[in-house]
């Protein structure tokens, strides 16, 4: 059997080398190595029989190769393609910020969740990625930009929750003080909504950033743009919020898309408001408003500037905090999936 054992935990390296007849501290050098993201060529220091001992087992590293990258001029926002061995693709993007180099990465290529206004679920869910797929984008993005990375958000191509248990792995193995020693705090986990997804998270105990889409707080209403409604309403979805943010003490932020005509007026801002307030009473509310991108294939329009200042004045007025979020690398279309779609069609 092919096992890729870039993110496996220190004891089942050890007991992986242990039954290929090599000493422990083989082992150690190894669990070194792969925290680094090396390829078995790079692990230098590992005798040729011992690699290839593991090569005919079966045990594999398989980082994704960056395939194309681009630089925006404007605020250095880097954008990443990559091609997965079997011919996939999927993007990542690292935003330069003042608290240090934050990455978006992908999870899976593609996405099954169906959102009527974003171009990752335009084809569908080809698979989900593997542990090493999610980390090797950091491992690739820190050498290509030659620099840390300490914060990701998991905003990029895919749902997190419809990949659980990779995603699970992935974070472990990102935290580990070893390897890439990014801390839970650190980290964002967005989702459209996955309400079983969310309560098993909250059972983990990470202290990571819980974000939840949100884009329109009536249910029918969602219904219209994110079809994941349809299996949990809106009052289902800020429950489990509500029961994951008094188990966990962490605050989660909502994420909120301003489309035109569609969930961008006052009556809708003071709707969210109220709903808000009413399911999450004690937690502090935070509510990130982004600007729709176009996306060519959708027919949704961008809130206009003066109706999404409008919104948010709104919500900051009925005592929630709200910001609009900056576009980074505007000149480089840093956001969607964009890139993973042409590259797909060449
Ligand atoms: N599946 C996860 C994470 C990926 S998307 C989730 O749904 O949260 C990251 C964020 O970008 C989500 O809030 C998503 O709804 C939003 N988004 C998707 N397409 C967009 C678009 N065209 N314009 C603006 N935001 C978009």
């Given amino acids: 059997m092919a096992t890729d054992i870039l993110t496996m935990a220190y004891d089942d390296i050890l007991a992986i080398v242990t039954s290929l007849g090599f000493p422990s501290f083989r082992a150690k050098q190894l669990y070194h190595w792969l925290n680094k993201g090396a390829s078995f060529d790079e692990m230098n220091n590992l005798p040729k029989t011992f690699k290839e ?35 996939q693709y999927i993007e990542s993007v690292v935003m330069k910020y003042e608290h240090g180099n934050t990455i978006c990465v992908s999870c899976q290529a593609g996405c099954r969740m169906g959102c009527k206004f974003c171009a990752s679920t335009l084809r569908g869910l080809s698979r989900n990625l593997t542990p090493s797929e999610i980390i090797g984008q950091i491992f690739m993005a820190q050498r290509s930009i030659g620099e840390r990375i300490s914060n990701i958000v998991m905003m990029g191509i895919g749902e997190p929750l419809d990949n659980y248990d990779n995603v699970i792995k992935f974070l472990h193995a990102v935290n580990r003080e070893e390897g890439l020693n990014i801390g839970y705090r650190h980290i964002s986990l967005s989702t459209c909504g996955v309400v079983d997804g969310i309560k098993k998270l909250e059972k983990e105990m990470l202290p990571i950033t819980l974000s939840i889409s949100l884009h329109n707080i009536d249910t029918e209403g969602r219904k219209s743009i994110m079809p994941i409604t349809n299996k949990w309403s809106v009052e289902e979805l800020l429950s489990a ?106």
Avoid: W
């Fill in 53 to 87: 001992a593991l090569a005919e087992n079966g045990y594999f590293v398989d980082l994704p190769k960056i395939e194309k990258k681009l630089v925006s001029q404007i605020d250095g926002t880097v954008k990443l393609l990559y091609s997965l061995s079997d011919g």
């Fill in 241 to 346: 919020c509500a029961e994951y943010f008094k188990a966990t003490g962490r605050r989660i932020s909502f994420e909120y898309t301003l489309i035109a005509d569609e969930n961008d007026s006052i009556p809708q801002a003071e709707e969210l408001a109220r709903g808000l307030k009413r399911f999450l009473p004690g937690m502090p509310i935070h509510v990130n408003l982004i600007p729709l991108n176009d996306v060519s294939e959708r027919s949704y329009k961008k809130s206009t500037a003066k109706n999404i200042e409008a919104f948010k004045n709104r919500l900051n007025g009925l005592g929630i905090n709200a910001t609009v979020r900056r576009r980074l690398g505007p000149d480089i279309n840093a956001s969607c999936g964009q890139l993973r779609l042409n590259a797909q069609e060449q």
